[in-house]
């Protein structure tokens, strides 16, 4: 595995780190980076989340209904 692809798997985020509910563990609202429903995150996808907005990066969260879509579009090629 080459040094750029093992940073970038390192730096993602599980697809489920982030929930439509609020929790006592995550607290922080943030909007799918695809149909903008709000979703709830801890604070180490928070830091996540502030960490790719102001480096100019697309939004890393996709709300469950936005995921599954993705995973089909990605299986299907």
């Known amino acids: 595995m080459s040094t750029v692809h093992s940073y970038?798997?390192?730096k993602q985020i599980p697809p489920n780190s982030a929930s439509?509910?609020?929790?006592?563990?995550?607290q922080h609202e943030v909007r799918c980076g695809m149909c903008a429903?709000?979703?709830y995150v801890d604070d180490e996808g928070y830091g996540s989340y502030m960490e790719?907005?102001?480096s100019g990066l697309d939004n890393?969260?996709?709300c469950e209904v936005c995921n599954?879509?993705?995973?089909?579009?990605?299986?299907e090629g």
């Open 8 to 10: 970038i798997e390192q």
């Open 20 to 26: 439509a509910i609020m929790t006592d563990e995550k």
């Open 37 to 39: 429903r709000e979703i």
């Open 52 to 54: 790719a907005i102001t």
């Open 60 to 62: 890393p969260f996709r």
């Open 68 to 75: 599954e879509e993705y995973d089909d579009l990605a299986y």
